[in-house]
């Protein structure tokens, strides 16, 4: 008896959890949208407050934390940066354009650091 | 030599599939790079001069302080002092006399002669006679070192064959050559003119190389290898800004 009300509570609670997680992605999507919009006309500022937001509803969405990377370079915060490419390649290991964004990044924060200081 | 092409490639066609693929907006970014040093304090700047060695076609005391005076006159927001070249060489090897040794200091010909002249950057009281001179700047000076480069090696070009219909290829071929350049060693060294101590110091080393027959003179060398070294040294003082694009990703 015990043993079959354990998958069907593990059931039960994939029923309830995956629309939650899909509505938590509709969600991060719709500020990853929104700052988008706003980083074209340049309101950087704004668009890393979306895409925190984005971020915090759904840790796992990986264009959210790509963006965010975006978004601290063009702020000169390059430690966050780091992070959040990092983070979105964790996510995303695949990921052919986080890649090149992440290559980019790094040449830049080499070249700040490249030649020997004393 | 085509590895590098056909990588770059096979990555741009990835990136296009992945970009058909994915919702993605390319966007410019300009990535500001603070200075490594906080010059707030100073108001101007005087480039003293550099202990210089290596070849004698180059006076690389003299350009080198010419030409980062002129572009830290464009490039940065202190003004740039207008005064002598400072003979630090000469500086350096009083300095020895006075200290008792009577011998002359080697020719600076490698950067292990570099040695017997170093000790005047450590000379706190002398940096800050020179920054009282000078109403106090940041002081610039350090040691360049322009050597001449021969190189044996193997380089990979491409050679014309023509098969038995008489068809044209193009193929990658590996031959031994002598080549020839410079190579530009060296250290700025920043110097609070206040009190004559060393703020910061950077080394930097660049090389080039060309085939042995072709001839490129000296000076011309000197300024394409410096001018991979400008960036380095004007981001010490002064915030760059890094332009590119990236991708963001809906």
Redesign the interface.
């Given at each position: 008896m015990r043993t079959a009300v354990i998958p069907l509570a593990l059931f039960l609670l994939t029923l309830v959890t995956v629309p939650l997680q899909a509505d938590a992605r509709s969600d991060a999507k719709k500020q990853v949208e929104f700052g988008i919009t706003v980083a074209q006309r340049g309101l950087w500022r704004e668009a890393i407050y979306r895409w925190e937001r984005a971020a915090q509803i759904d840790p796992s969405y990986a264009p959210a934390h790509n963006n965010l990377a975006i978004a601290y370079e063009h702020e000169g915060d390059l430690a966050k940066a780091r992070t959040a490419y990092e983070r979105a390649l964790e996510l995303e290991p695949g990921n052919a354009l986080i890649k090149q964004n992440y290559e980019l990044f790094r040449e830049i924060n080499d070249r700040t650091t490249r030649q020997g200081t004393q | 030599m085509i590895a590098r092409p056909v990588k770059a490639l096979s990555?741009l066609v990835?990136?296009l599939?992945?970009?058909a693929c994915?919702n993605?907006?390319e966007?410019p970014?300009?990535?500001?790079?603070?200075p490594?040093l906080d010059v707030a304090a100073f108001q101007r700047v005087l480039v003293a001069g550099f202990i210089a060695g290596g070849t004698e076609d180059v006076d690389g005391n003299l350009e080198t302080t010419r030409l980062l005076r002129s572009q830290l006159r464009t490039k940065s927001q202190l003004r740039v002092i207008d005064s002598d070249v400072l003979p630090l060489v000469d500086v350096a090897a009083e300095g020895r006399d006075s200290g008792g040794a009577a011998t002359a200091p080697p020719p600076i010909k490698e950067e292990k002669d570099l040695e017997a002249y170093e000790h005047v950057f450590a000379n706190v009281e002398y940096w800050k006679k020179i920054g009282e001179e000078y109403q106090q700047p940041l002081i610039v000076t350090g040691t360049v070192m322009f050597t001449p480069l021969q190189r044996n090696s193997i380089v990979q070009r491409e050679q014309e064959v023509y098969d038995s219909f008489g068809r044209r290829r193009v193929v990658p071929v590996r031959t031994y050559m002598e080549r020839k350049g410079f190579s530009l060693d060296g250290r700025f060294i920043f110097i609070d003119g206040r009190s004559g101590a060393t703020l910061?110091?950077?080394?930097?080393g660049e090389q080039i190389l060309y085939n042995a027959n072709q001839t490129t003179p000296a000076l011309s060398s000197y300024f394409e290898l410096m001018d991979r070294l400008i960036?380095?040294f004007l981001?010490t003082l002064s915030s760059q800004k890094?332009k590119?694009t990236?991708?963001?990703?809906?």
């Open positions: - | 990555s990835v990136v599939l992945a970009t994915t993605s907006f966007i970014i300009e990535t500001p790079i603070l490594k910061h110091s950077e080394s930097f960036p380095t981001s890094i590119g990236r991708i963001l990703l809906q």
